[in-house]
């Protein structure tokens, strides 16, 4: 079955029904913080459509820095040519979508090492182009264990860039609009980023290939995972990667428990932690919804209505 194809630009709408809000007209509703059921795949219709000439321009830019490093050119030249960032498909979703106070810029460039960061002071997401080049290492290395297909380091490489750009962008969201943030800043971008993963994927995507291309960014938190840590990495701001692979594995299976049993079987998902998944896919869905609501750019009225009434149902 092809994954449902959602209207332009339905954010926040797609952040609701991520958490249960709406249904097909006939389909079986469970309560919003019940553990029973799937969540809804369904396409949600606002009661008016946004009026084309009130929306915002694009917030964001894009910029390919060519490198120093004769080694990183080619790397340059193929992400550019492609215009990567540009193609994201869940960061074309989002572009326009919220009244920033500043233009937001997405960036490749050469970092010296390995890594993609938020630059507050120039309101920058910034991918390395030697993270490019690892990630497609490892692409080469999970090929060869799984005997996957010839096409599969590149599927490896644009799944984890497109989570990693998303966790950035969450970080630029907390800093541009101001958002709270009471938890670990680095577990709430990482839900984000899940989210936006499942609900903006390329319309020509299935809905088992969303799923797949989360699982391939599971796969490369627990690849740089060794099991033996010292005070540093406990100290940390980020999770040790073995915890933000479950947490994202609890996303996924929270999405539809039944059909993504077997993870649990698997060792993917302790049975423990799956039994309160469902519950927290839709408090995480929930808490986005209510912090992004409020920015909402011009000629969005109807999604911020729509949203407001969902929140309104309660837990």
Known sequence: MRRPRFPPLHLLLALAFAAGCAVSPGARTAPPDSDEGPLSRSVVRPSAAPDP?????????????????????????????ADLLRRLPEVQAIDGMFALPRRLRYVTAECGEFGAFYRPAEVEVVLCYETLRVLYERGKAHQQALGRGDEHPLRYVRANVRFIVLHETGHALVHLLDLPVTGRLEDAVDQLAAI???????????????????RLAANWMLSRSTGAYNLDAYAGEHALGEQRYFNLQCLIYGTDPAGFAGMVAAGDLTAERARGCPRETRRVSRAWVRLLLPHLAPGYEAYREEGARYLMRGD
Do not use: C, K, W
């Open 196 to 214: 936006l993963m499942l609900r903006f994927a390329s319309l020509e995507e299935t809905p088992g290939e969303v799923i797949e291309n989360l």
């Open 53 to 81: 000439r009130a929306v915002a321009p694009p917030a964001f830019e894009y910029a390919y820095v060519p490198p120093a490093s004769a080694d990183l050119q080619r790397i340059h030249e193929r992400v550019r040519d």
